[in-house]
């Protein structure tokens, strides 16, 4: 029973391709988020959305574009692939928007794609 | 922008021995988390501290929240092969609804 899942887990493609990554949870939460994990393992929030409402958007190059159907599933796709994308991606989710005391995120197993 | 500098960036010790990890920033947080990555897997929530001073135990570890919100600590005594992985600390501001700044990871490799 994966709270959050993520597919592929990995991911080798050629620079200019199109891809998606898919994130899951079933832990029925209100709250998912993309984060990129770079080669020095630096994690950093890409994105977030609240019930389908994006709700954080860090500069991130306007080639990644997340979707959210329902509040269960936040998809990544990415335009025009190049070799400095090449990274971990992870999913996560959280119950909700809090304004003080941080809530647990819960994070996939990641997905890590490498361009070529 | 906010920043988060652990140190030491790596430790490799032998098992029995403690340590110290620290989180240090010149931001104030309103509540600060410590994650633990397995190789191969997404971070693990270990703990949330939410107030300046505040200190909470989990078995080994102990975790520390600043005074002033600015700064974390993670002290294991003991260490086991089981603790290696990557720690990670990460910090919510004040009125940044979910927003996690993550900590630039600290290493540990224990060894029999």
């Known amino acids: 029973d994966t709270a959050v899942s993520q597919t592929p887990k990995y991911l080798v493609t050629q620079m200019g391709n199109d891809k998606s990554i898919k994130c899951e949870q079933n832990?029925?939460?209100?709250?998912m988020y993309w984060y990129k994990q770079d080669s020095k393992k630096f994690l950093k929030i890409m994105f977030s959305?609240?019930?389908?409402?994006?709700?954080i958007n860090e500069t991130v190059p306007n080639r990644f574009s997340p979707k959210s159907p329902d509040k269960a599933h936040l998809n990544l796709h990415i335009n025009s692939l190049e070799l400095g994308d090449s990274a971990v991606y992870f999913c996560?989710?959280?119950?909700?928007?809090?304004?003080?005391?941080?809530?647990?995120?819960?994070f996939g197993p990641g997905t890590r794609l490498l361009v070529l | 922008t906010q920043l988060l500098e652990q140190s030491p960036q790596f430790l490799s010790i032998q098992e029995g021995e403690n340590l110290t990890v620290y989180c240090n920033s010149s931001?104030?947080?309103?509540?600060l988390q410590w994650y633990r990555q397995e190789p191969g897997e997404g971070p693990v929530l270990l703990v949330t501290v939410v107030t300046g001073g505040e200190v909470k135990k989990l078995k080994r570890l102990t975790f520390q929240f600043g005074d002033a919100r600015k700064d974390s600590s993670l002290h294991i005594t003991a260490a086991q092969p089981g603790d290696t992985g990557l720690y990670l600390c990460?910090?919510?501001?004040?009125?940044?609804?979910?927003?996690?700044?993550f900590g630039t990871g600290t290493r540990l490799q224990v060894t029999l």
């Open positions: 959305y609240n019930n389908k409402e994006l709700i």
């Open positions: 832990l029925g939460h209100d709250t």
């Open positions: 931001s104030v947080f309103s509540s």
């Open positions: 996560a989710s959280s119950h909700g928007m809090t304004s003080g005391g941080g809530e647990t995120q819960y």
């Open positions: 990460a910090g919510k501001a004040s009125g940044t609804a979910s927003k996690l700044t």
